[in-house]
């Protein structure tokens, strides 16, 4: 879902990664209606509302998952497509987490996007972007 997006773009940049989770969450949300997201999601109605109006600045990959949730896709199938790509990517294009922490224009250290990429804390979509897009820039 996130992590297929563009497939077409060899080395899209990280705005344009963003762009197409977001229209992919906004197609979602225009489906089923800004209040059932929000009730099936437990998110509140202003995030659905950035969502449906293509605003992800502030979503996590596990706010995505919930929205594709009631797409009836499963939300950790979601999360570990994403994780496996990134893992996968990072050791293809030999990229280690140093690297990608002085890279990309995020405020993660490289303990962080350990943390980040296994799951351990959150990870903004911003922030899968820029590791995305820096990886399949070196892959």
Do not use: W
Request: proline letters at 3%.
């Amino acid at each position: 879902m996130l992590y297929d997006v563009l497939p077409d773009a060899e080395t899209p940049t990280a705005a344009e990664l963003q762009a197409a989770y977001a229209a992919k969450l906004a197609a979602v949300v225009d489906e089923y209606g800004q209040e059932t997201v929000a009730a099936d999601t437990g998110l509140d109605p202003e995030t659905v509302a950035a969502f449906a109006d293509g605003d992800v600045a502030d979503a996590t990959l596990s706010d995505a998952a919930a929205v594709f949730a009631v797409d009836g896709i499963d939300p950790d199938a979601v999360t570990a497509e994403v994780r496996d790509g990134l893992m996968m990517g990072l050791s293809t294009a030999i990229l280690d987490v140093d690297t990608v922490a002085l890279e990309i224009e995020t405020e993660l250290d490289a303990r962080e996007v350990r943390q980040a990429l296994e799951g351990e804390i959150r990870l903004r979509l911003d922030e899968l972007a820029a590791v995305q897009s820096l990886i399949r820039s070196r892959s």
